[in-house]
């Protein structure tokens, strides 16, 4: 595995992990991680000194959040980012964007990543520093199953905004899940209505009225078109969770205070999430596992940290004191 100097300039770094093929050809996945100068010059009192950090995008996303890489190595973390297959840096023109019709696929994608890292399964010698796992959105759910099924893998788990709940709770998932699962079968790279409006976007984006910049061709103002049989795999996914997962390392999950979900602008939107029910959100977390603390921050956006600086600020604090609290 070679490392090679990443967009994202001179502290970052990636490389390509070789996934195989699949229906549509070669598969990879892209681990970045985040080297400043003076990397192992940290104070053995840093709340997460020893403590390597794996973290997860979403849908219609990629790594590119470095203010979250500089507060983990602020905290004397090893930072690591991980852009799934047919996402981001990992995305190739032959691939349908996104698309995998089971959240499990991405175990390989996973292990990879970890065993890059010195935390592989069958590692011939186990690194010793801790493993704290973190994840936005769809990438939350894809961890929480994740660590789910490989219990003693990760020492901790930190969600941000996870998808959950589909939008319009349980009963409307058990309504909707039998149609999406017949055209899943039918036809599962048939895409779906584009219900993405474009306003979170316009909450985030520098080109729209947010601060931040960002490759559009890995992360669209409107997101990838959504295959139906990779909606399938999320409301699998959101079911389990409503089934509990039984996990039992801590667990923090940070979210936005409200939601704001119309069907036209809203001011609202830039100090709310505009794409999940975070009440929903916040009452399917406390079934992941035995230690679960959500934490609620006034005025967020749907990924927490590209919120504006206040929110965004009160985010890593409520991370700094649960590291402190349940991960020393």
Same mark, same amino acid.
């Given at each position: 595995?070679?490392?090679?100097?990443?967009?994202?300039?001179?502290?970052?770094?990636?490389?390509t992990?070789?996934l195989?093929?699949?229906?549509?050809?070669?598969?990879?996945?892209?681990?970045?991680r985040?080297?400043?100068?003076?990397?192992?010059l940290?104070?053995?009192?840093?709340?997460?000194?020893?403590?390597?950090?794996?973290?997860?995008?979403?849908?219609?996303?990629?790594?590119?959040q470095?203010?979250?890489?500089?507060?983990?190595h602020?905290l004397?973390?090893?930072?690591?980012?991980?852009?799934?297959?047919k996402?981001?840096?990992?995305?190739?023109?032959?691939q349908t964007?996104?698309?995998?019709?089971?959240?499990?696929?991405?175990?390989a994608?996973i292990?990879?990543?970890?065993?890059?890292?010195?935390?592989?399964?069958?590692?011939?010698?186990?690194?010793?520093?801790r493993?704290?796992?973190?994840?936005?959105?769809?990438g939350?759910?894809?961890?929480?199953l994740?660590?789910?099924?490989?219990?003693?893998?990760?020492?901790?788990?930190?969600?941000?905004s996870?998808?959950?709940e589909?939008?319009?709770?349980?009963v409307?998932r058990?309504?909707?899940?039998?149609?999406?699962?017949?055209?899943?079968?039918?036809q599962?790279?048939?895409?779906?209505p584009?219900?993405d409006?474009?306003?979170?976007s316009r909450?985030? &984006?520098? #080109?729209?009225d947010? *601060?931040?910049s @960002?490759?559009?061709r890995? +992360?669209?103002? !409107?997101?990838?078109? %959504?295959?139906?049989a990779?909606?399938?795999?999320?409301?699998?996914?959101h079911?389990?969770?409503?089934?509990?997962?039984?996990?039992?390392?801590?667990?923090?999950?940070l979210?936005s205070?409200?939601?704001t979900?119309?069907?036209?602008?809203s001011?609202?939107?830039?100090?709310s999430?505009?794409?999940?029910?975070v009440?929903?959100?916040?009452?399917?977390?406390?079934r992941?596992?035995?230690?679960?603390?959500v934490a609620?921050?006034?005025g967020?956006?749907?990924?927490?940290?590209? &919120?504006? #600086?206040?929110p965004? *600020?009160?985010a @890593?604090?409520a991370l700094t +004191?649960?590291? !402190?609290?349940?991960? %020393?």
């Open positions: 595995m070679a490392w090679q100097d990443d967009i994202l300039g001179s502290d970052y770094q990636a490389a992990l070789p195989g093929s699949d229906g549509e050809g070669e598969v990879v996945a892209t681990l970045v985040h080297r400043p100068p003076l990397t192992e940290v104070s053995p009192a840093a709340p997460a000194h020893g403590t390597d950090v794996l973290y997860l995008h979403g849908w219609s996303d990629y790594f590119f470095t203010g979250l890489a500089e507060h983990w602020g004397g973390a090893r930072f690591y980012a991980l852009d799934l297959r996402y981001g840096r990992s995305l190739r023109e032959h964007p996104g698309f995998v019709a089971d959240l499990a696929t991405y175990d994608d292990e990879a990543a970890l065993a890059a890292m010195g935390h592989g399964e069958n590692a011939e010698r186990p690194s010793r520093r493993l704290v796992l973190m994840g936005h959105s769809t939350g759910l894809t961890l929480s994740w660590v789910s099924r490989h219990p003693g893998r990760a020492h901790a788990l930190v969600l941000n996870p998808w959950l589909f939008q319009a709770g349980g409307g058990a309504f909707i899940t039998p149609l999406v699962q017949l055209g899943a079968r039918v599962p790279l048939g895409t779906l584009q219900v409006l474009g306003f979170y909450s985030v &984006s520098s #080109e729209f947010g *601060e931040w @960002y490759e559009p890995w +992360r669209p103002p !409107r997101g990838f078109p %959504p295959p139906r990779w909606l399938n795999a999320v409301l699998e996914g079911a389990a969770v409503a089934a509990g997962l039984g996990i039992e390392v801590p667990i923090l999950t979210l205070a409200r939601s979900i119309l069907p036209r602008w001011e609202q939107m830039r100090h999430d505009s794409v999940l029910v009440n929903d959100i916040a009452r399917a977390a406390v992941l596992g035995t230690t679960v603390t609620r921050i006034e967020a956006l749907h990924d927490v940290v590209l &919120s504006a #600086e206040a965004r *600020e009160a @890593y604090a +004191r649960w590291l !402190r609290a349940y991960a %020393p």
